[in-house]
């Protein structure tokens, strides 16, 4: 028999699945909330170069008393190099907590983009905390599926 004769193992894209070759990654940060009409990045990170990456994980959390989730008094973006990432641009409520961050479907960034979870303040005025989490993996740009099939 040959190895021909064996099934080869299945590899599915890097954007769905973490190769051999991906560095995990989990950044997470707490601030104190801004001053109302303020805003704040509670968490932040470069894409390495050479890499593209999948963030797979979301956790945001206000921490204090006097919010209520859904008001818009608070509203959190993830951005990339300045512009929000599309869906990411409005969250109202909290998307899992910095313990037990929710799933996402992939929120796919790319070399050298700066990435940034941040609280903007529209009209609280108490004091506290905002937290947050990004979690996910990079992997090597050569991996990536050509944009022109998306």
């Known amino acids: 028999m040959s190895s021909a004769d064996f099934p080869q193992p299945i590899s599915l894209p890097a954007h769905l699945a973490m190769p051999s070759d991906g ?4 950044y997470t940060a ?3 909330l801004p001053a109302p009409g303020a805003s704040a990045v509670v968490v932040t990170f470069t894409v390495p170069e050479g890499f593209h990456g999948v963030i797979k994980r979301v956790g ?3 921490v204090g008393a006097g919010w209520t989730e859904g008001t818009g008094t608070l509203v959190w973006q993830i951005l990339a190099n300045g512009g929000v990432i599309r869906n990411y641009d409005n969250i109202l409520a909290s998307l899992g907590s910095v313990s037990a961050p929710s799933e996402t479907a992939g929120i796919l960034v790319y070399e050298q983009q700066l990435v940034v979870l941040q609280i903007n ?6 004091a506290a905390q905002a937290g947050g989490r990004l979690g996910g993996w990079f992997y090597p740009k050569w991996r990536a599926v050509e944009d022109s099939i998306w």
């Open 30 to 32: 707490y601030v104190a």
């Open 60 to 62: 945001n959390a206000f």
């Open 23 to 26: 560095l995990a990654f989990d």
């Open 121 to 126: 303040n529209i009209s609280l005025a108490v």
